[in-house]
């Protein structure tokens, strides 16, 4: 008998600007906001509709998070609860396939004993908040490994975790290693298969995936990012829908280790991982590994960031511990328990639980800042910071805003000056920067937010209609009240800070608002424009279409400056119909206008804007009827429109389709390329 396992590892580091709580807008993602809402779209969400097809009929949907085992990391499944928590419900359903990783995706064997415990615990926690249950196996990330962190992964519970075959002694799937805190299990991926998945061709020939994993005798578990399945290789998800299909045996890791003996012992190569030839050194050294840059590139600026980092590390751990022997009964467990807090606990219940006695404001606002300080020099340690080919780079600098907000919270000039005195140290590829004091202060000091920023860009929010007078934004309550000045309160929900000020705006300035709040202020002042002018023009139409359409094969000098006008006009109002959700019909009208007078405006941005439509139309709810519309339509415009890369995206209706399966006529299933 032979058995099949694909585990998925799906993760994104921590992305919000730790002094708002919120995800900035990141250019590079477009036409989406950020990066977590891109892969989403290309990655979490198909996997949880992933189409299998033939001959270009969907013969059935298939949610892949019910055939395979996988783990997601908690900065990425924290992002997924407060922005998408329907999809984490659904995930749930298929929680027993899931496994449990670290709190934060550091090099567990990198970090001091006392956090990398701390990291086991609270990621432990955060499975059984989003699962329900505790975990049996565990995800080490980039799977680092090292007997310690085995040792501390028995002590706490977890029995079985993933390795690569050149991370064990022995040759075998399923193995066990024995220490003197008792055993674990070892799972051990097939890395012919893994690597032909995710690096080679083979996502693309699934037949030949089953015809090698069928020739393999019992275990073959396949081990790749998750986000290779529809990210990293596009319509790669069906690729695993295929799989899953056509795999006669497919098991998941909690399944197998619940009913099979591993089948020998083994030892463990320490100081290893899966994605660096050269140990755990991509992740403190100038070891040859990376993604991106340009040749010649070096990675000598990795040691002195980490060690930089570790001076700050060491100093909030050392604060944190004074203040919690201060306030707590016992400090070792209230750090352990502090992921209560994190993972949406009451603050109350902790301190009824954990304090020597009831605390003054003050004091609770200090060892809130002390353990909050210790979250973030905890993010400051994320993997990808190293990872990639620069200090420059996008990770790198989110781990250096983590750490300058952990040196804030603690309040330690003397502390930011021995830091960057090492970060110095740490030579950029790019002459822009020079070395990390250049990317500190030119890419991570511009994020940080002060109270009073935050105070002015909440009042000009407020003001354009933005947000309410009162409510919650990101890690703040606020209130606005008054009128010149404006009463702002503001209050920091993690630390229990406080803040009132008078705001008049005489000095404001567009450019001291932060993203996303810039993006919003933007967007509501744009379409505000956007919608007088297409008011102002709509007086004007009749002229500009009998202009353009009298000047067709005639040359005079304004004319293709009205054909400018006249294009833009009807992209503007295409785009405001789209916004608000109008029935399809007036959609085409400006398509058809359009068309009447020559004038393409079809492009990649229609496209998106048509996609989000659907989506936002499926979500406010559906008739059948409005989804006939829609995918006649949608038929229609992709016949016209020609380019594949233009063409407008049924997926979203499909799937709401086969999840109203039961309720809809076989018309709707035909019209959308059922068989």
């Not at 990141?26 to 950020?34: G, I």
């Not at 783990?71 to 449990?100: D, M």
């Not at 280790?257 to 050269?278: K, V």
């Not at 909440?458 to 009162?470: A, G, H, N």
Request: glycine share 6%; hydrophobic share 40%; aromatic share 12%.
């Amino acid at each position: 008998m032979n058995f099949l396992c694909i585990h998925c590892h799906f993760h994104q580091p921590p992305r919000e600007n730790p002094y708002l709580g919120l995800v900035p807008i990141e250019d590079s993602a477009q036409p989406f906001e950020n990066w977590n809402e891109r892969i989403f779209r290309e990655s979490y969400l198909p996997n949880l509709y992933a189409h299998y097809r033939r001959e270009g009929k969907i013969l059935k949907v298939i949610n892949n998070y019910e055939h395979i085992s996988f783990n997601f990391t908690y900065s990425l499944l924290s992002w997924l609860l407060r922005e998408k928590p329907w999809f984490v419900q659904r995930l749930k359903t298929t929680g027993k396939r899931a496994i449990a990783t670290s709190f934060n995706h550091t090099i567990l064997p990198l970090d001091p004993e006392e956090d990398r415990e701390v990291q086991i615990v609270w990621g432990i926690k955060a499975f059984e908040k989003v699962f329900g249950r505790k975990p049996s196996g565990f995800w080490l990330p980039e799977l680092a490994v090292d007997r310690r962190t085995l040792s501390l992964l028995v002590k706490h519970g977890i029995k079985y975790l993933i390795l690569a075959p050149h991370q064990v002694k022995t040759k075998g799937n399923y193995l066990r290693l024995h220490m003197p805190e008792g055993h674990i299990d070892i799972f051990v991926y097939d890395g012919e298969l893994s690597h032909g998945i995710a690096f080679g061709e083979l996502i693309n020939k699934m037949d030949e995936v089953i015809r090698r994993a069928s020739a393999r005798k019992g275990l073959t578990l396949i081990a790749v990012d998750g986000e290779t399945f529809g990210h990293h290789k596009k319509f790669g998800e069906m690729g695993l829908a295929y799989l899953i299909e056509n795999y006669p045996n497919i098991k998941s890791l909690e399944e197998i280790h619940e009913t099979m003996h591993p089948e020998g012992e083994t030892d463990i190569w320490e100081f290893t991982s899966w994605s660096c030839a050269h140990g755990i050194e991509r992740w403190r050294s100038d070891c040859g590994c990376s993604t991106g840059g340009l040749p010649g590139w070096h990675q000598k600026w990795r040691g002195p960031m980490r060690e930089a980092l570790e001076i700050v590390r060491s100093e909030v751990r050392e604060g944190l511990f004074r203040v919690l022997e201060k306030y707590t009964k016992d400090p070792q467990s209230a750090l352990f328990d502090f992921a209560d807090i994190l993972l949406g606990g009451s603050k109350e219940e902790y301190l009824q639980k954990k304090a020597k006695r009831p605390l003054s404001k003050k004091e609770r606002v200090e060892l809130f800042k002390h353990l909050y300080a210790y979250k973030y020099i905890s993010y400051a340690f994320s993997s990808d910071g190293w990872f990639f080919a620069d200090i420059s780079g996008i990770e790198a600098v989110k781990n250096l805003l983590f750490a300058k907000k952990a040196i804030d919270l603690i309040g330690n000039e003397e502390l930011e000056e021995r830091f960057l005195r090492v970060l110095s140290e740490a030579p950029s590829n790019l002459q822009t920067y020079g070395n990390g004091l250049g990317v500190w202060q030119s890419l991570v000091l511009p994020q940080r937010v002060s109270k009073e920023r935050l105070v002015s860009s909440i009042t000009v929010l407020e003001l354009s209609d933005v947000i309410p007078q009162e409510g919650i934004l990101g890690n703040f309550y606020y209130k606005v009240e008054g009128f010149e000045p404006w009463k702002v309160y503001i209050k920091d929900m993690e630390t229990e800070e406080e803040f009132e000020a008078l705001e008049e705006l005489r000095e404001f300035n567009l450019v001291h608002v932060p993203q996303p709040f810039l993006s919003w202020l933007l967007d509501k002042w744009a379409f505000a424009y956007l919608e007088g002018d297409v008011s102002f023009t709509e007086s004007y139409e009749l002229l500009l279409e009998n202009l353009l359409f009298h000047a067709q094969g005639r040359y005079f000098e304004a004319g293709i400056l009205i054909e400018d006008k006249v294009k833009a006009y009807l992209r503007l109002k295409l785009y405001l119909l789209l916004k608000r959700l109008v029935p399809i019909d007036e959609i085409k009208k400006v398509l058809e206008k359009a068309e009447s007078l020559n004038l393409d405006i079809r492009d990649a941005y229609v496209k998106f804007w048509i996609e989000r439509y659907i989506s936002r139309k499926i979500l406010t709810g559906l008739s059948e009827g409005e989804a006939k519309e829609i995918a006649d339509f949608v038929k229609d415009y992709n016949r016209e429109v020609g380019k594949y890369d233009l063409m407008v995206n049924l997926w979203e209706l499909q799937n709401w389709a086969w999840e109203n399966r039961g309720k809809l006529s076989q018309e709707i299933f035909s019209l959308l390329d059922f068989e």
